[in-house]
């Protein structure tokens, strides 16, 4: 079965560039999230959706960030314009909706900001 | 505010070595805990969850236990393949996972 999928897997930009993170769920997930992670900070939630709707931002860190999720198997995380100190690595995962169920991870997408 | 501390951040063994790893959490409205491990360059891989204080889940030579206040990693006789940072994840009253920093775990051969 394919597991959560992320694109691009790495990417280099300068600093105001507009960046567009993507993430295909696992078939049949009804919850997304969006984290990222630092060495400093570990693994933070950026933000998650149900049936594609956001239920919870509150992780995102200002108004440069913005994530949708047009249908059941796409979601994409934006940053604009990007600045270093967004550097991380940025994952998605999905979820069965019913109860507290694991999330599962994609490898993630390690964004640099020059 | 929700808390989770795992310790050692680092931890060396030899093969065949066993010992714990530790995750204290204050977490309001416990729905369970989770445990994962993250290889370089990889995202996290589901092992355990855990869901009432009591419990335990054994996977190899991996065995989960939790507390109101703790859970612990145990491995028992690790190989170099078990080297990986494992992390923690209290779910708070939302279902929402809130991840401590890792144990880093490296096995010698």
């Known amino acids: 079965d394919a597991g959560v999928i992320q694109s691009p897997r790495h990417e280099v930009t300068e600093m105001g560039q507009e960046v567009t993170l993507r993430c295909k769920p696992i078939?049949?997930?009804?919850?997304l999230f969006w984290y990222r992670q630092t060495m400093m900070r570990g693994l933070e939630l950026l933000i998650y959706?149900?049936?594609?709707?956001?239920?919870?931002d509150s992780g995102m860190p200002e108004d440069r960030f913005s994530a949708k999720m047009p249908n059941a198997s796409f979601s994409t995380l934006k940053i604009q314009p990007s600045e270093p100190r967004d550097s991380a690595v940025y994952f998605c995962?999905?979820?069965?909706?019913?109860?507290?169920?694991?999330?599962?991870f994609g490898d993630g997408t390690r964004l640099s900001i020059l | 505010e929700d808390q989770v501390t795992q310790s050692p951040e680092a931890l060396r063994l030899q093969e065949g070595e066993s010992s714990s790893l530790n995750c204290s959490y204050t977490?309001?409205?416990?729905?369970?805990l989770f445990w994962y491990r993250q290889d370089p360059g990889k995202g996290p891989e589901f092992l355990f969850t855990?869901?009432?204080a009591g419990e335990e889940k054994e996977k190899e030579r991996l065995k989960a236990t939790l507390t109101k206040k703790e859970s612990f990693l145990h491995i028992t006789a690790p190989k170099p393949e078990d080297s990986a940072t494992y992390l923690c994840?209290?779910?708070?009253?939302?279902?929402?996972?809130?991840f401590g920093k890792g144990t880093k775990l490296s096995v010698k051969p």
């Open positions: 855990l869901y009432s």
């Open positions: 994840a209290p779910a708070d009253s939302q279902g929402n996972l809130i």
């Open positions: 995962a999905s979820r069965t909706g019913t109860g507290v169920q694991p999330q599962h």
């Open positions: 977490v309001s409205g416990l729905r369970g």
């Open positions: 078939s049949g997930h009804n919850s």
């Open positions: 959706f149900n049936n594609n709707v956001p239920i919870d």
